[in-house]
């Protein structure tokens, strides 16, 4: 089976500047892969670094050592020493990423910033905002919030629309970040019933759950980030 | 996406005496690209922004351009008949102040028409229609055509202004604070209008700013300059998310939150 996501030796810390230029360390040797068509978890307690490791496979953080290897359209790129663009270009074709909070842009309706991701990779806006439409019909958020934009909307209708601009696309790695901390019962089983399409599919799922159910019901595997403590393995 | 960039500048430098304005500025930008330049006042971002347009000469360094016909051409040896053309045409230079990018006792619809006549239009029929479509782009109403932008508000003025450049269909476009002294509600309007018209049009653009949230509404990369030189530059994000240079900590963390 593929294996679109290789991490190997990863290492993140943080340098402040502004205390002194002390050195918080966080992740190190920090290796594993994932497999096409499973959801491997990031388990772990809190600081552990889970979160820290999920942004640098999105780019967002930069990588102080190591490699991250993602097979992006026909060849292999190391997330770790890529330009801005190269990260840019895996972002809109191969690496999906749900957030655990939404960032509103002011003005835009709930229905278009769930179809923007399809339309920023040439999807035809009509067609995307149906499959939005559908999406958003199937986390249960109300109808009546869709032509509304989400900042004023609670804490669980923002989730959904960022589920739902998460798992729009057809991108081979998606990352998720808490994507239920705020959900009820019944959207949380809709979330673990369209990672389970998603993983039928071919997608390489990493994720990270506090919820233990939801963790129980898609985790395939769960990587122990304790193993990647930054103080366990000498600089 | 092209793999060439549209504008490639390399070591630019530009010094006032023995006073540094910028200094050893290299990056590329490519078509579709916005890229933010942050920093406080008198970091250099203003003069980078005005040695990119070609309205200071640089001290040092290069910059080349692809003219639409794919050459690239070097900016600082064109003639000055060459570089109006190219910003008439091609480019867009969006001031902080619309006063400094508007006629103010011309109407509207001329401030619209008169990029176009510019650039040859002679139709006096299209011209207006060609306005009466940019100015509705903007969510100005067509009944103001006729008005002289003196009679608008500070955001109105400054969408008059945005229509006004890109009425001509440029391809690359130069900001400078384009929300600078406006109300929030009215930054909050226009930075999803130029969202927009950046997504829908497939603009490149370089955009100077003070302020980190626009940089982050706006850009996909940004370059952080401090006393004229970059110390840092990257993915928009993850300049903001992960900052490692120390200016760029100390920018971050004085962001207040609301």
């Known amino acids: 089976m593929a294996t679109p996501v290789v991490v190997s030796d990863v290492a993140k810390s943080f340098t402040m500047h502004l205390r002194d230029g002390i050195k918080l360390p966080v992740v190190a040797g920090v290796s594993f892969s ?109 109808e009546k919030l869709w032509m509304l934009p989400p900042a004023t909307f609670s804490g669980g209708e923002q989730q959904r629309v960022n589920i739902a601009r998460g798992f729009i696309t057809e991108h081979p790695i998606l990352l998720l970040d808490e994507p239920t901390a705020s959900l009820d019962a019944r959207n949380r089983d809709v979330v673990i019933a369209l990672i389970a399409a998603k993983k039928a599919t071919g997608v390489a799922l990493l994720g990270i759950f506090h919820d233990h159910d939801v963790r129980e019901a898609v985790a395939d595997r769960v990587i122990d980030v304790t193993a990647f403590a930054a103080g366990k393995i000498a600089a | 996406m092209t793999d060439e960039p549209l504008l490639r500048v390399s070591a630019l430098s530009k010094f006032y005496g023995s006073r540094v304005g910028c200094e050893n500025v290299t990056f590329g930008l490519w078509p579709g690209e916005v890229l933010a330049v942050v920093g406080e006042s008198g970091s250099g971002k203003t003069t980078l922004l005005n040695c990119l347009s070609t309205r200071l000469l640089p001290s040092s360094g290069a910059a080349s351009y692809r003219m639409r016909d794919g050459q690239f051409r070097e900016l600082y040896r064109m003639s000055e008949a060459e570089r109006r053309f190219l910003m ?91 929300t600078g002294g406006l109300d929030v509600s009215v930054q909050a309007r226009l930075l999803d209008l130029l969202r927009g018209l950046v997504t829908d049009l497939g603009l490149a653009a370089v955009v100077v700013t003070h302020d980190l949230a626009v940089a982050r509404l706006l850009s996909q990369r940004m370059m952080v300059m401090k006393d004229g030189r970059v110390v840092e530059s990257g993915l928009t994000d993850r300049v903001l998310d992960d900052p490692r240079a120390p200016y760029t900590q100390l920018l971050v963390s004085s962001i207040l939150q609301v």
């Open chain 2, 88 to 178: 008439r045409t091609d480019w867009g230079f969006v001031h902080q102040n619309p006063a400094d990018g508007l006629r103010m006792t011309v109407s509207a619809g001329a401030n619209v028409g008169e990029r176009l006549m510019a650039v040859g239009d002679r139709h006096y029929g299209k011209i207006r229609a060609t306005a009466v479509d940019w100015l509705s782009r903007v969510e100005i109403d067509e009944d103001r055509i006729d008005d002289e932008p003196r009679a608008f508000s500070g955001g109105m003025r400054q969408r008059l202004q945005i229509a006004r450049n890109l009425v001509t269909g440029p391809r690359l476009v130069f900001m400078d604070e384009p």
């Open chain 1, 34 to 142: 994932i497999r096409s068509g499973e959801c491997a978890v990031l388990g772990g307690p809190s600081g552990a670094g889970k979160s820290s490791i999920l942004k640098m496979l999105y780019g967002n953080y930069a990588v102080d050592a190591g490699q991250i290897i993602v097979q992006h359209e026909d060849g292999l790129i190391d997330l770790a020493t890529a330009s801005p663009r190269t990260v840019l270009a895996v972002r809109r074709l191969t690496i999906g990423y749900v957030s655990q909070f939404l960032r509103t842009v002011p003005r835009v309706s709930a229905l278009d910033v769930v179809a923007e991701p399809l339309v920023e990779r040439g999807a035809d806006r009509e067609v995307a905002r149906n499959k939005a439409r559908a999406l958003l019909a199937q986390l249960n958020l109300p």
